[in-house]
């Protein structure tokens, strides 16, 4: 019996005695002269057994059966289930073996089975976090994240991110490197899906800004950075209207880390139990079930319903702006080199002020070459190298030339091998001569 029993008892006992009424009784103990009345009733017929509730030692009403926790625990002892967490394997159980338990529940049922065990929550220091942007479309975080994504069941991936800062909106995709070429083919596909947004936030990757090179043993430190060419997707947002702005740390962009923590453990562990050992299945289970359980249960309301991001206008031609783009110089005979390759331009494309002009070259996505001279487009041709001058020999590269330009060397080669016939003297002249007059 407990203390808070034994108080019960003795007002009870009070009010039975008629030392205490029976509306001080219930005042003393917190109940109504109602139940007063009744735990009288009771004490008569069971005496101090009264006060005690009569489930106590017995199992609850709502108890659930032994069966299905034999059943949850030896579906979670799978090893394909290793490592999932209370609400995770809730979740599981529900969906794919039909047994409805609270995460509490699965929680102590998994530390009674020795499959789960609480860690201790490491004091972190707090920091301010910045407020979510009003409005979707405002600020979209984008960043790449390196694991192991298949767990050794199949090639190396790269899963690139792209989450909306107010409304935590995520849109991904797995690729085999993470380069330039395959950033492009995801902010394609966002572009067309859901229009520009205001302002892309990144980190200081070499795929969106140059370099700063520097001398050996040199440092910048307390320089102003100085004015660099931009990278191809720098070029491409500006061309595109979309401001780039660059985090100075990790935690600065902490709404995408946090999302790659989540997918390294959720991601990881849902393609673990569909099986899923190719990029392309990795592609599909990301599309049809990480993506939409991610925008629907993880995603907020923004504090503006307006959309923010920005259509597409005619101007806006992502085949030549998603591109590697470089400038060019026409030759005299209407060609250009690019990547080792001439290309001739088209006899009927041909237009004034072209000779010697800078021509914007396109290599796009697809693999193809488009070549625009000022605001049109021209056709071109590969030169086939059978057809061009052969470049010269060793033998002709290593021989002097036949002019030298020195000027101690000037010297007029036009007589060399010159046949002159042999005359007379001067004294066999003069007498010709006399002898004529």
């Given at each position: 019996m407990t203390q808070a029993e034994r108080?019960?008892?003795?007002?009870?006992?009070?009010?039975?005695?008629?030392?205490?009424?029976?509306?001080?009784?219930?005042?003393?103990?917190?109940?109504?002269?109602?139940?007063?009345?009744?735990?009288?009733?009771?004490?008569?017929?069971?005496?101090?057994?009264?006060?005690i509730h009569e489930l106590r030692g017995r199992a609850s009403n709502r108890k659930l059966p032994a069966e299905m926790e034999e059943r949850a625990m030896t579906v979670l002892s799978d090893p394909v289930y290793r490592g999932f967490g209370p609400t995770l394997a809730a979740e599981y159980l529900h969906q794919r073996h039909r047994i409805t338990v609270s995460k509490?529940?699965?929680?102590?049922?998994?530390?009674?089975?020795?499959?789960?065990?609480?860690?201790?929550?490491?004091?972190?220091?707090?920091?301010?976090?910045?407020?979510?942007?009003?409005?979707?479309?405002?600020?979209?975080?984008?960043?790449?994240?390196?694991?192991?994504?298949?767990?050794?069941r199949g090639e190396q991936m790269y899963l690139i991110s792209m989450i909306d800062d107010a409304t935590s909106r995520l849109f991904a995709r797995f690729v085999r490197h993470d380069s330039s070429e395959e950033n492009m083919r995801l902010l394609w596909s966002y572009l067309e899906r859901f229009g520009r947004p205001l302002a892309f936030y990144t980190d200081k990757a070499g795929m969106f800004q140059s370099a700063v090179k520097t001398k050996r043993?040199?440092?910048?430190?307390?320089?102003?950075?100085?004015?660099m060419p931009p990278t191809q997707i720098a070029r491409a947002l500006r061309e595109l209207g979309i401001v780039w702005i660059p985090a100075h740390?990790?935690?600065?962009?902490?709404?995408?880390?946090?999302?790659?923590?989540?997918a390294q453990d959720r991601l990881v562990k849902g393609m673990r139990v569909a099986c899923v050992c190719t990029i392309e299945e990795a592609n599909a289970y990301l599309e049809k079930e990480y993506l939409p359980w991610w925008n629907q249960a993880l995603t907020v309301e923004p504090a503006d319903a307006a959309d923010a991001h920005r259509p597409l206008g005619q101007e806006s031609d992502l085949a030549a702006i998603l591109s590697h783009v470089e400038q060019r110089q026409v030759t005299n005979d209407?060609?250009?080199?690019?990547?080792?390759?001439?290309?001739?331009?088209?006899r009927q494309d041909i237009g004034v002020g072209m000779r010697k002009a800078r021509v914007r070259v396109e290599e796009r996505l697809d693999g193809t070459i488009a070549v625009r001279f000022q605001d049109t487009y021209v056709r071109v041709c590969r030169c086939e190298q059978s057809g061009c001058q052969p470049p010269p020999s060793a033998e002709t590269r290593s021989a002097p030339p036949l002019h030298s330009t020195s000027k101690a060397k000037r010297k007029s080669q036009w007589m060399k091998n010159f046949s002159v016939r042999s005359g007379p003297s001067l004294r066999e002249a003069i007498e010709v001569s006399n002898a004529r007059s």
């Open positions: 108080d019960r008892l003795v007002a009870l006992k009070k009010a039975k005695k008629k030392m205490i009424t029976q509306k001080q009784a219930a005042e003393e103990i917190g109940v109504t002269e109602r139940q007063v009345r009744r735990l009288l009733r009771k004490l008569r017929r069971k005496g101090d057994q009264a006060v509490e529940t699965v929680r102590q049922w998994m530390a009674k089975a020795e499959l789960w065990q609480a860690g201790r929550r490491r004091v972190v220091e707090v920091h301010q976090w910045r407020l979510r942007r009003s409005r979707c479309g405002e600020l979209v975080q984008w960043d790449t994240s390196v694991h192991d994504w298949l767990e050794g043993q040199e440092q910048r430190e307390g320089r102003d950075r100085p004015e740390s990790p935690q600065a962009k902490g709404r995408v880390e946090r999302q790659f923590l989540t209407y060609t250009l080199r690019y990547c080792g390759k001439i290309f001739q331009i088209d």
